[in-house]
């Protein structure tokens, strides 16, 4: 006997709804049967088929669960979800404030750090031409180390261009503090004024106001200045055209008005002037004009290049540098060190090359990331630890749930459910605490960025979704583990089971480890800034400052410093080329020791008599250079004892030395002690000082008596006197100290805040476990306490667990923290040791907060009337 | 409650069912149709019909016995509910009420 088509059959059965199939399955068959007796299987097959295609058509749009009434509507069952969402956050205010709080500081620790570092690895991106602009930095080896500086001569940037078809553009670039910069007898503000040839605009992408980009620098005595300059000293004139005058010496045309520049530039000017400007004050001196712009000896300048696209640059570079060393008319061997090509995108994160001031550490970037996350990582394993501890609070709930017909994808939907609203909620108190941490972190970073909400829509919404994944990744665990309840068991048993208290502990452990490893971290940063700021640097800062002479003063300063030691408050006033701290001159001599003749390059301090006087500096042999000896100014020489050591000099007093500079054989007279003239990241390398006016540039006075303020009025005026037009601006020696450091001390303060935090929310989260802990140990406790134990047992009892737990983070941070913080301590050339105290601080501070809040809720729990508790038994 | 409309096709098949009785499935009805109506129709139609009449309420049924001849397979014996009658009837009123206005009309068909 025939039967109807199995693939008809199946498709019937897919398409039509369950409850309407056995009618539809039986009233074809009967038709079918029918068919066959009357038609023949063939055309029985053919309505069979007919009918089965026609009713697929007339169902297909419907779907099919829809009509079947044991299956929930998804879309009241979401309201249910959000429901019961929101009813089980509000019953449990304690729990839900302590999940949103650690979230919501976690994601503004790391809103924070990621305006910061998409502001850091935005330096220098906005140039159209950034990956074609590299900059040329001279490179030498010094026994065994490599050292760069920016500067290079003025002849080699037009000499690369002459020479080579791959350099599209090139320009040289300085930059000049504290200008004096007038116009109409009015003086400008004295900002950055930068020198740079006419390539420059078109090289990078300053915008211009006025004026036309290839042509604004092409002639001498030519200038640009910022829009808010333009803007607001030129009584509402339209600049260009305008004459300013230069150090009172030379007229600039003001050509073109450029945009005031972003702050991710290594570039910081306000006015620029163009290149052959320069000339004209080195023609005063007596160079022909060739001279001071095409010469190979005045390494002054930075020199810039931007290539055709595509260039294989590693051979470029050994070209260059072979061209360049012939041109200084040394010998150039195949495989000496080259110069560098620095790509323009790496002058921000590269450290080292003298002569760059505003350059940043890539790796304080990676710490604050690290630290970020580390804090977000501690506020997920709160929502975890939390979420888990409490998973038999809501057994019943997925019990219940589960028996009604809910599955597993149901229920792990609605606890991601759960968790996003928390999100939700940390995210809005997240963008709460950013606004108001946002001045506050900047203003400790040093940086000014500039963030709006409009601007940065995209970066908002990456933030708010990264928000919603962290409560998605937090709440996948306590999803899963929730919804794989079995109803019998959940609901079958009347005890309360603990969850997985195993994997609880080992968050526990994990953040506690973090904590303490922050805690280490701050300690050891502000335990080194304070070795630093409390060596004995060898020379004594307090009570003094310096500022740059300007070249009326110069020519005036024996009357200046005259006039000023006659004052009493007045220690000593001495000009020198630098100040401890910012001294970066080296100068080639020849010595003759034991009849040895030596030539090499040392580290320079030009100076007149009173420098010792003024820095406090100590002699250890042989005598100060001073005025009694007329042949001190021009043969005088003192080093320094490191100079002594390394040079080997058996008989340092009266050794012949000669400065490559001058003509005349001189001697060594005197030892000074060892002072720190760079900063602390470097050791105290040799150092020869010697006198000469035309080499300084920089005054410094030392200051007594109590009244400071008072003598720095009088000094002022007797700057305003001789140079009327120049600004007075100084510098305390101590607060140059402080910014010499200010890379370690901003990461201080920054990592103290950041670990403040993570402890913080480790213990919010703390607190959470061991208050759901009094509660369930509720009974356990009464029973205890009627039995007789004392309080104390029971604080003891309940803090046992944790104080192990925090006794493991300690035992797994200390090897780790121990490991970075001495590859942190590397980079400085004296660092402080970090001894076991330093641990043992940190472990205490974590053990004492730690203790205190454990303590707090097992003392509340103990101390509750046993009646209470057992009242219901 | 919506008031619910009928086509021509709904209103055969409700007349049949009610006309049926106890035989009312789907079989049955599509012979009822093909004989009474002469209509050449579907049973992939009449139960699309059914179905759309038991949505809106005007069938209900109940599983009647199985057979060897339906496979094994229960019959579906549908019965019209109130909701059902009262669709009929306004269906009915409405073209007496036009057919009495041509009459009375004299109009030529």
Redesign the interface.
Known sequence: MSA?PNIAKKIIQWSLPIH?L??????????F??DLELLGERQAKM?YW??????TR??AFKNKHHHNNFQPNPFDMFKNYVKIAFRTLSKNLGYTGINVLGLAVGLACCFLITLYVKYEMSYEHFHANKNEIYRLIPRGSKEGNITMQVWTPPGLSPFLKDQFQEVVHSTRYTEMSNPLMQWNNKTLPDKNLALADAAFFEMFSFDLVGGNKSTVLDKPNAVLVSESIAQQFFDGKNPIGEVVRFDDMIDLEITGVFQDLPGNTHMEFDYIVSFPTIAAVYVQYGFTKEQALNNFNSWNYATFLQFKPNQDIKALEASMSAAFTKRLGREWKEGDLTDWLQPLLEIHFTQGIRGDYKVSKKEYVFIFSAVAAFILLIACFNFMNLSTARAMKRAREVGMRKVLGAVKSNLVFQFLGEAIVVASLAIVTAFLFFEMARPLFYHILGTDISFSYVDNFGFVIGLVGAGLLTGLLAGSYPAFYLSSFQPVEVLKSQTQGRGNATFRKVLTVLQFSIAIFMIVGTVSVYKQMHFMKNTDLGYNQEQVFHFDCPGPLRDKFSFFKQTLENHTDIEAVTISNGVPGNMYSHWSYKLENDGQKISTNINTLIMDYDFPKVFKLELVDGRWLSPDYGSDSTQGYLVNETAVKTLLLSNPIGTPIQSGASKSMGKIVGVVKDFHYKPMHHTVEPLVMRLDMNEVGRVAIRVGGANTSQTMAVIENEFKEIAPSYPFNFTFMDQGFDQMYKAESQTGTLLSVFSGLAIFVASLGLLGLVSFMAEQKKKEIGVRKVLGASVQNIVMMMSKDFMVLLCISLLISIPVSYFVINQWLEQFAYKTVIGFWVYALSGAITFLIAFGTIGFQSLKAASVNPTTTLRGE | MKRERIGELEELVLLVVVYLEEEA???AI?EALIREADRNI????I??TL?RLEEKGMLT?C?GD??Q???G????IFSITPAGSKALRTVKEIRNQLWLKIDSLNLQL
Do not use: I
């Not at chain 1, 056995?22 to 038709?31: I, R, S």
């Open positions: 109807p309407y056995e009618m539809v399955e039986g009233d074809l068959e009967e038709a049967n029918d309505n007919g009918n089965a295609l026609g009713l007339k169902f | 499935y789907g079989n599509q579907k049973l992939s139609a139960h699309s179905y049924a599983f199985a057979t001849k339906r496979g397979k229960r019959k579906k």
